[in-house]
């Protein structure tokens, strides 16, 4: 089965500050999806890619999936207290034939200070 | 609603008692997912409904665990003789379909064994 790696575990970083978020795959990745989760809450879908080199951007925060697709990155510009939570990293399990099942890493836990 | 909805959000039950779960995914859609989220964990897959029947049930711990979707829509996840491991947050989420893979997660119940 596939496992997802996230990096950092944790970042604290002070409002307007840029970081970044990294998900790494044992396998290649035929669906890398982004999720945000605030405690007590759901996933909030952010982004999904598909194509190696891809990259999508939603207000100020930009996806990327590397050219071998076994690596992506999500970047967050001028961070604001309203970014902070939980990210999620998650992909299909495409390889096993069940596109529909979805491989999440541990998460990534982001809080801003303002 | 618009969104998927879950109920209870929060319940706390002894060791040994059955437990009910039930969602309600987003009108239409026919791909219904249940998961599993531990502590410092991603959520985790656990069965995967295609409109009533249980088209893979690969994640479920074992047979205390069951779930069933009657007519299509809402989904009860069942757990029987729930032991203290069993305490975590239970996610549903919805698709439109197996081939779009944008899933929907409900809040989530916070299920508690004592």
């Known amino acids: 089965s596939q496992e997802l790696e996230q990096s950092p575990q944790s970042l604290i970083v002070q409002e307007g500050k840029n970081l970044t978020i990294n998900c790494t795959s044992s396998?290649?990745?035929?669906?890398l999806y982004w999720y945000k989760q605030k405690y007590g809450e759901g996933l909030i879908f952010l982004m999904m890619?598909?194509?190696?080199?891809e990259e999508k951007s939603h207000e100020k925060i930009t996806a990327k999936l590397d050219e071998k697709k076994q690596q992506s990155s999500l970047h967050i510009t001028a961070s604001q207290p309203s970014h902070a939570g939980i990210y999620l990293c998650g992909a299909d399990d495409y390889s096993g034939g069940s596109n529909y099942k979805l491989t999440f890493g541990k998460g990534t836990l982001l809080t801003v200070n303002p | 609603g618009a969104g998927v909805s879950q109920t209870p959000s929060n319940k706390v039950t002894e060791k040994g008692k059955y437990v009910e779960l039930r969602c309600d995914p987003i009108s239409g859609h026919t791909a219904l997912y249940w998961y599993r989220q531990s502590l410092g964990q991603g959520p985790e897959f656990l069965i995967y409904f295609q409109g009533t029947g249980a088209a893979d049930d690969s994640g479920l711990p074992n047979d205390r665990f069951f779930a069933v979707r009657p007519e299509g829509s809402v989904s009860t996840l069942k757990i029987q003789r729930t032991e203290r491991g069993d305490s975590a947050v239970y996610l549903c989420a919805s698709s439109l379909s197996r081939d779009y893979n944008e899933q929907f997660f409900g809040p989530g119940t916070r299920l508690t064994v004592l």
């Open positions: 890619l598909q194509k190696g080199g």
């Open positions: 396998k290649t990745l035929y669906g």
